[in-house]
């Protein structure tokens, strides 16, 4: 990936109503070169999905948890079976496993403490778990789905091209 492929994820990663030739002129390319190139970036699964954010509070979800849970047990059964639990569970947002005193993050967003209680009981009953903390997340003051697009990780295709020049 070079320069070019950098900007339009950058682009992207804000807006993906542009129009392709909005886009082609925002990042110096004619339009079929660029559509290409986001073709290419969606094949190779750098692009994996283009989606609508929504805002939580607009639609009923006034409250994020984050659950840490220590896992009943440590065995290729357990962690099958919990993921296929937090798949089937839309209040899920984000799943990770962890290093340190916690085996497993989850992001919740659910309406209300109501319907977190309710999660929280089908969650316990459904995986056995040594332990389940949930912090409340009282107000977001940073949200972003957009990643860092550090340049030294991209090529730059006008040097490239200035030393086979020279």
């Given at each position: ?15 993906t ?29 750098v ?21 840490a ?10 962690l ?5 639990v ?9 799943v ?43 107000e ?26 020279e």
């Open positions: 990936m070079d320069e070019v492929d950098r900007k339009l994820l950058q682009i992207l990663q804000e807006d109503t542009l129009s392709i030739a909005q886009l082609a002129e925002r990042v110096g390319l004619s339009q079929t070169p660029c559509w290409k190139r986001i073709q290419k970036l969606e094949a190779q699964q692009i994996t999905r283009r989606v609508a954010l929504v805002d939580a509070e607009r639609v009923g979800i006034g409250l994020t948890v984050f659950v849970l220590e896992a009943g047990e440590h065995t290729p059964q357990w099958e079976r919990f993921s296929t937090i798949t089937t569970m839309p209040e899920v947002m984000e990770y496993r962890m290093a340190g005193d916690i085996d497993y993050l989850l992001r919740v967003a659910v309406a209300d403490m109501a319907e977190y209680d309710s999660f929280y009981k089908r969650l316990i009953a459904s995986v056995p778990m040594k332990n389940v903390t949930s912090r409340f997340g009282m977001r003051l940073k949200y972003t789905t957009a990643y860092p697009l550090h340049s030294k990780l991209f090529r730059d295709r006008r040097a490239a091209e200035e030393a086979a020049q």
